[in-house]
């Protein structure tokens, strides 16, 4: 018995850890270009409830993630217009995301309350019940896989590629990277749009897998979460991986900790990812005198007129 | 001669009014205060179709406001709106609310409150009201003993407070009733509503071996879990969850405020009401046990009529426990 529930402990820290990764890389790539983003959290909403409603509408399930990651990437272009075309305060533009995003997705969710799915995403391989870790790992759903690209791909696209170069440059001091030709704005409009689109697809995962059905506020709270983690792992994309197994692996452990019959509180569990976010920040800011890998520019808003 | 008629009309009106005496309903206007959507699923629609139920019934005008967090300056901000516009019974439907509406109670002499699931109140415009949910939680709790092969059944919990202790007592006195053998083991996902804490709480019971699920949630998560496991499913609040999982729901302990609503209001126009603490129990019909037709055993099924007929006889109630969990119930009350 114990093993089954070693399994489904690994099982649930993966669904929990492919939720918070996706959202928190495409936050990255985001910040690397010097905007920060607050709208997570409606983001991830904007992509759930549109996803959940083709998925419905169409029973097409490919469709259904493409309608849901385009739709959050549109819906993160209000943000970039607002920010980079109209160089408007990013804090206050990212929080009306997330109010705004939320309100968005109960509203076109209406009808779709608590409506069954017929087709969901599935797993790849057709073990339904893994027995082993290899197993586990191997019968994973297919977004925990395409999420395991994303992160190569994030970490090839920001060392080894001529656009990670630029978006690192305009987002460390985008004054400079304008003298050197770079088109800043459009480097920082892409980058918040394609944060949008992994949002999105992070909404897809919630809504037509991991929690397959739609109410209102069904995010609740996981985009902070991931915007925590991006501070954790320190703009990096491997580190931020690791970071979203911890915090997944916390939120797994919540209800399983009481079926083990351990006497630790959940309370304690539950407030543990905050807790080491703002330790490794304090570590960093002690050991690497505040080198946290925040790039230098983000939320300062590029006006070439001031240069 | 202008004057003398302004002056005949005041004394006509004035007289009019004397002699109304008894009120009637067009004098009154309820507004209802939600913490949740108004079509939820759950807990807000509960109320929502009560507040319906009572605007059919007594022909009421009613109006009703969505999604208003549990904080006292944003219940405050939404009932002075109300109250502007000449409403004069107020309904705050969460237990949130509890300290803003005895502050309201003073201020607002002629206006009536009623709070839900609290416990404060005067002898005047403040009253309190709840049901005693735990009645048709035992019958819910025979149905799940009924059903369990593994002996097995797990429940998932919001907070470990009285209200949803006795609620997980009674229920597994129920499972008691009809398999002696069977476990209720709960897991606490610390909030009302939480789609992905509900699911992982459910999937982790159902890791022990569970093939039966109850909830004290609101959202159907916990449903949408069983049916991909093949498990049982008790819901919570309403049978709307149901949709979101056929397969596995057997029926649920509902709520249905409308009766209660329409006897409060009778009782603010006929000038009876005096505030006070309101507990009613499935005699009322203020709580009641659904169930699906043919999830549960026939013979258990009548089982399960006889009780809740006693129940509502007042001939039995399940024992209130909220102390300490009974002996077949695996978990903690102190996490």
């Not at chain 1, 905007?35 to 759930?48: C, D, K, P, Q, Y």
């Not at chain 1, 990437?73 to 109209?86: E, R, W």
């Not at chain 1, 749009?193 to 909404?203: E, H, P, T």
């Not at chain 2, 107020?90 to 005895?102: E, K, L, N, R």
């Amino acid at each position: 018995m114990i093993d089954i529930q070693l399994i489904g402990l690994l099982n649930a820290t993966l669904q929990a850890a492919t939720l918070l990764f996706i959202a928190a890389l495409g936050e990255l790539i985001t910040e690397k270009s010097g905007i920060l983003n607050l709208g997570v959290e409606g983001m991830i909403s904007v992509g759930a409830v549109t996803g959940f409603m083709t998925a419905i509408n169409t029973e097409n399930i490919f469709f259904a993630v493409l309608v849901g990651v385009l739709s959050s990437s549109v819906f993160a272009s209000i943000h970039a217009l607002v920010t980079v075309v109209l160089k408007q305060d990013q804090t206050v533009s990212g929080l009306i995301l997330t109010i705004l995003g939320l309100a968005l997705s109960s509203l076109l969710g209406k009808n779709y309350v608590g409506r069954k799915l017929v087709t969901k995403l599935e797993s790849v391989t057709s073990i339904t019940e893994p027995s082993n870790i290899i197993e586990v790992l191997i019968s994973q759903n297919i977004i925990f896989y395409v999420a395991i690209v994303l992160m190569i791909g994030t970490s090839f696209l920001l060392k080894r590629t001529m656009f990670g170069r630029r978006l690192e440059a305009v987002g460390e001091d985008s004054k400079s990277s304008d003298s050197m030709g770079l088109k800043v704005a459009k480097t920082q409009f892409i980058a918040t749009c394609v944060g949008g689109a992994f949002a999105g697809l992070s909404g897809v995962y919630l809504t037509l897998s991991y929690v397959p059905y739609w109410t209102d506020n069904m995010t609740s709270g996981r985009g902070w979460i991931a915007l925590a983690l991006v501070i954790f792992g320190g703009w990096k994309p491997y580190r931020t991986a690791l970071g979203a197994i911890l915090f997944g692996f916390l939120e797994a452990l919540v209800p399983r900790l009481q079926t083990y019959g351990f006497e630790l509180s959940p309370y304690i569990v539950k407030i543990t990812p905050y807790v080491i976010t703002i330790l490794v920040l304090v570590i960093l800011t002690i050991y690497k005198g505040g080198k946290t890998g925040a790039p230098k520019n983000i939320g300062v808003p590029f006006f070439r007129e001031n240069r | 001669m202008r004057r003398s008629w302004a002056v005949g009309l005041l004394i006509i009106s004035i007289l009019a009014m004397a002699c109304g005496g008894a009120a009637d309903v067009d004098d009154y206007k309820a507004a209802f205060v939600y913490v949740g959507p108004a079509d939820d699923g759950g807990w807000s629609q509960a109320h929502d179709v009560g507040r319906q139920f009572l605007a059919d019934e007594t022909g009421i005008e009613t109006a009703y406001t969505e999604l208003i967090p549990e904080d006292a300056t944003e219940f405050r901000t939404v009932a002075e709106a109300y109250i502007e516009q000449g409403y004069n019974i107020i309904f705050g439907t969460t237990f949130g609310y509890i300290d803003a509406m005895a502050e309201m109670a003073e201020e607002y002499p002629d206006v009536i409150f009623l709070h839900c699931s609290g416990y404060l109140s005067n002898d005047s415009n403040f009253g309190n009201y709840f049901g005693k949910m735990y009645q048709p939680r035992y019958a819910s709790g025979m149905a799940a003993g009924s059903l369990t092969e593994t002996n097995k059944i797990g429940y998932v919990a919001a907070f470990p407070i009285p209200e949803v202790i006795r609620g997980i007592n009674a229920f597994a006195t129920g499972v008691k009733e009809v398999n002696p053998d069977a476990t209720v083991e709960v897991v606490w996902t610390f909030t009302w509503f939480g789609p992905e804490e509900e699911t992982q709480a459910a999937n982790a019971l159902i890791e022990t071996g569970v093939d039966v699920l109850a909830q004290h949630q609101d959202s159907p998560s916990t449903g949408v879990v069983a049916e991909a496991n093949g498990a049982k499913w008790i819901s919570y609040n309403t049978v709307y969850g149901k949709e979101a999982a056929p397969g596995a729901f057997v029926g649920a302990p509902v709520w249905d405020w409308g009766p209660y609503y329409v006897d409060v209001v009778n009782s603010i126009i006929n000038d009876e009401f005096a505030g006070g603490a309101y507990w009613g129990g499935m005699e009322t019909g203020l709580v009641s046990w659904y169930e699906e037709q043919g999830t549960v055993d026939g013979v258990v099924s009548g089982d399960i009529r006889s009780k809740v007929l006693a129940m509502i006889a007042g001939e039995f109630d399940p024992p209130i426990i909220e102390e300490e969990f009974i002996d077949n119930v695996i978990g903690t009350v102190n996490p």
